[in-house]
């Protein structure tokens, strides 16, 4: 069956009762939105402060091909196989975003039996955090241009105005914009664009919060754009922005709780892409499932050389949070494609492409066991058309570098066939303090944290960047030293070039364009020609997503 027919099939209870009979959580603290998802009140979740700290899980991957290697399928197989195994584990997701949804992968809520439900739900829509985010992004919008219709009090720049508008969809004909047009009556004329909501600092924002106080806070922080001497930042305070901007977030600052299939707690909460943002769900999200369960596994978009280093350099250095290990997943497939087998021949076996390809997991491993000085067990996600002999191989490849890989059946067995990996982990985070090691440390400069991810994580020799970028990040030196860079680069690759596979070494990072993001509290770097407004696939998953006249969604995978 497709992911989603088995879905539908779900013997899900009402997370309400759910949640009592797992956690003691009584349903005065909960906001049900339908029988299956509810939202958790900040309230409770301030209740539980002093309790004592779980150990927390991430779930990363190799270099991905388009479809993506599995992390969170793996996610919630690890976390049902935990739960089997008596220890009381939640699982902590981001939510999808409608982009990829109808884009490539057509869904993003685990797959086969190592789902979250109601899977339909999770993916259109869900609880309406992203259609909240969108407004209170395009609110500000809104807010600027109208300022400027008004006599523009604040001088601000038009020119300069940092602050575009967004919408949850790959569309590509909306990068660039003219706004303004018809005349006076109907604004100021001015070049403008959109991104992907995944991609707003208000995101960002969210994710990285703690408070509805520190969430007004950031949102005030932000900076719009210029004045007119070119130099002299605007704020979103400076409009009065942030008190509307947070209370259209009221609800979606609250964290979500779903189930999987085996009727274990999930809370899903933000989106962030790792690929142009920071790739993790929300600190409270986090927080929240830390103070509940003994064991907390998250996951961080896309590679470790993404997701991973921003989870650890950006949201456990802001948030304090302390991993205990890393589960870094691969398929026999994706190395195999990082050892140059098309796309149509990734299901035949091929062993000498298969050892070609070791060389982008042997590098994720090294970044994660040197650079973020964490233990990691490599989780082979099973696929049918995997032989033994693949298997045999990978597992002799990783024994070379002294790497623990646990071949994982999640996807077709559910829980009960990620056992053997749960038990490799607990052992681990079962023995050892919590803690990891920043990349790069707080004190370098904006132009040597780059360098310093470039060349340690993505194994450059070189970057680069115009003098206006060097310029501008000298003159961020001052105010915004100490924040984490965020760098927005293509997944597919180490390098900034999508088909250069495997692990390149050598090569330069090119870094095209840098951004202040003054309310998350990085800066965005981004390198090569990464778009933050995706643009759909020749032939989108739209196409194949359907509703029948009984109201059945069909198509999401």
Known sequence: MSDIEIAQQANMKPIIGLVKEQYGIDAEH????????????LEYVNSLADKEDGKLILVTAISPTPA??????????????????????????????????????????????????????????????????????NLLSALIDNHIHHGNALDIDPRLIQWKRVVDMNDRALRHIVVG?????????????????VASEVMAILCLATSRADLKARLGRIVIGYKSDKVTPVYA?????????????????????????????????????????????????????????????????????????????????????????????????????????????????????????????????????EHYGLPCVVCLNNFTFDTEAEINLLKEKCASINASCVVSKHWAEGGAGAEDLAKTVLDIVDHREAGCTFVYDENLSLWEKIETIATKLYGASNVTASAKVKAQLARWNVDYGKFPICIAKTQMSFSTNPLVKGAPSGHTIEIRDVKLANGAGFIVAIAGDIMTMPGLPKVPAAERIDIDDNGRITGLF
């Not at 909960?30 to 009140?41: E, F, V």
């Not at 290697?69 to 981001?94: F, H, P, S, W, Y």
């Open 237 to 369: 305070r400076d409009l009065n922005a942030q008190g509307s901007m947070a209370a259209v977030l009221k609800e979606a600052i609250k964290p979500n709780l779903v189930q999987t299939l085996e009727n274990n707690i999930a809370i899903i909460h933000g989106g962030p892409f790792a690929n142009i943002a920071h790739g993790c769900n929300t600190v409270i999200a986090t927080q929240t499932a830390l103070k509940l369960a003994d064991y907390v596994i998250t996951e961080a978009g896309f590679g470790a050389d993404l997701g991973a280093e921003k989870f650890i350099d950006i949201k456990c250095r802001m948030a304090g949070l302390k991993p205990s290990a890393v589960v870094l997943v691969a398929t026999i497939r994706a190395l195999k494609f990082h050892g140059g087998v098309t796309k149509e021949e990734l299901n035949q076996e091929n062993l000498a492409a298969l050892a070609e390809g070791f060389a982008n997991l042997e590098r994720h491993y090294h970044n994660i066991t």
């Open 181 to 197: 047009m018809g005349g006076t009556a109907n604004g100021f004329l001015r070049e403008d664009g959109f991104d992907i909501v």
């Open 30 to 41: 909960l906001d049900p939105i339908g029988h299956y998802k509810a939202k958790m009140s």
């Open 68 to 137: 993506g290697e599995g992390k969170t399928t793996t996610t919630v197989g690890l976390g049902d196989a935990m739960n089997r195994l008596n220890k009381q584990t939640i699982m902590c997701l981001r939510e999808p975003s409608l982009g990829p949804c109808f884009g490539v992968k057509g869904g993003a809520a685990g797959g086969g039996y190592s789902q979250i439900v109601p899977m339909e739900d999770i993916n259109l829509h869900f609880t309406g955090d992203f259609h909240a985010i969108g407004v209170a992004h």
